[in-house]
């Protein structure tokens, strides 16, 4: 089965705390891809980032970091130093294989409220 | 920049009528997504196409049919409008050599009555 789990459904935090954002994911393919996206309350879906199955190299951008552990099976996402713009429904998605990779399985998605 | 867009924002309609949301790129792209999403579902697809003319089914095709006869645009079409329809719709693209990687407009937010 190819799914996505985000487990924390909200998570609310004061400026310039630090979070993690939590994902999941499961399949059976050694090949595959996994994003996060950012959607802010205009609606509109923001690519943060892609990694593929074989990079387990950590990447920061930024306040932005990323932690990906194949013994796990976690993508995890953190933003340093929150900022109230941060405050967004964030997606994890698995593209996963080669012959379904056109296709992405979204988490259900962790809504960060960043206060002031 | 990937410009994707979606004809509306937000759509009231009524149950049993026809329904179309239009979603156009600038990018060239080949691949063209539908979305729907709903709260703690996440999102999940409903058609995409990979070619004019070209379409497969996505996860949750049942009531909902797609055209493509431009590269650019990708349209989705609810035959006959139900309240469950009700939801956002996205739609997405993607260039041909990273496929996987998908570029998303503002989304429709559909209320049928």
């Known amino acids: 089965a190819q799914k996505v789990t985000q487990a924390q459904t909200e998570i609310s935090v004061v400026e310039k705390e630090d979070v993690t954002l939590d994902c999941v994911y499961e399949t059976r393919d050694t090949t595959y891809y996994l994003f996060w996206y950012k959607q802010p309350p205009s609606g509109e879906l923001v690519f943060l980032i892609r990694?593929?199955?074989?990079?387990?190299q950590n990447e920061i951008s930024g306040r932005y970091s990323w932690n990906f552990q194949k013994s796990t099976s976690s993508f995890n996402f953190t933003i340093t130093a929150s900022q109230v713009v941060d405050s967004a429904v964030y997606f994890c998605?698995?593209?996963?294989?080669?012959?379904?990779?056109?296709?992405?399985?979204f988490g259900s998605g962790t809504r960060l409220l960043v206060r002031p | 920049d990937v410009k994707v867009t979606q004809s509306s924002r937000y759509l009231v309609k009524r149950t049993g009528e026809k329904v179309f949301l239009e979603c156009v790129q600038d990018m060239d792209h080949e691949n063209m997504f539908w979305y729907r999403q709903d709260p703690g579902l996440g999102l999940r697809l409903i058609y995409f196409?990979?070619?004019?003319?070209?379409?497969e089914k996505g996860d949750i095709p049942e009531g909902y049919s797609v055209s493509r006869e431009k590269k650019e645009r990708f349209s989705l079409i609810l035959e006959s409008a139900s309240t469950n329809q009700t939801s956002m719709y996205l739609c997405?693209?993607?260039?041909?050599?990273?496929?996987?990687?998908?570029?998303f407009g503002p989304g429709t937010r559909l209320l049928v009555l």
């Open positions: 196409s990979y070619d004019v003319k070209m379409k």
């Open positions: 998605a698995l593209s996963p294989g080669m012959d379904s990779s056109y296709k992405l399985i």
């Open positions: 997405a693209s993607s260039f041909p050599e990273a496929p996987e990687t998908q570029y």
């Open positions: 990694r593929n199955s074989f990079d387990e």
